[in-house]
């Protein structure tokens, strides 16, 4: 058996749950808006640091292309080692700072340094 009720009941009906409840659906819908625009924020902030450091090493493989070139060009080698140690101090926790370590023994293996190379 159905009940029917009429508009003024659905009415009354509704209002109850508004104040039993309406507080507690607001703030949970609060919750979640605030908490789906802070990943996406956080998400995009990461993926701009990413392509900052991706910038970076960029010029750090241009830099390390020239000095491996002209192994006696003291300014591109100084240049090299400056750019890796900056990308190194900004994110050290990134691949590219490995890549960049890799890229300064290699350098020092090329100028036969190979204490330096074996610290780096």
Excluded: C
């Amino acid at each position: 058996m159905a009940t029917h009720l009429s508009d003024e009941e659905q009415a009354e009906r509704l209002k109850r749950w508004i104040r039993t409840y309406g507080g507690t659906a607001l703030t949970a819908v609060l919750v979640v808006l605030i908490a789906y625009f802070g990943m996406s924020y956080w998400q995009k902030t990461q993926q701009a640091k990413q392509f900052i450091v991706a910038g970076q090493y960029q010029k750090l493989t241009e830099a390390s292309a020239a000095a491996l070139q002209n192994p006696e060009d003291q300014a591109r080698q100084t240049e090299f080692l400056a750019a890796a140690d900056q990308l190194i101090k900004d994110s050290p926790d990134s691949g590219y700072a490995f890549h960049s370590l890799l890229l300064q023994a290699k350098l020092a293996v090329e100028q036969q340094d190979y204490a330096a190379a074996e610290q780096a």
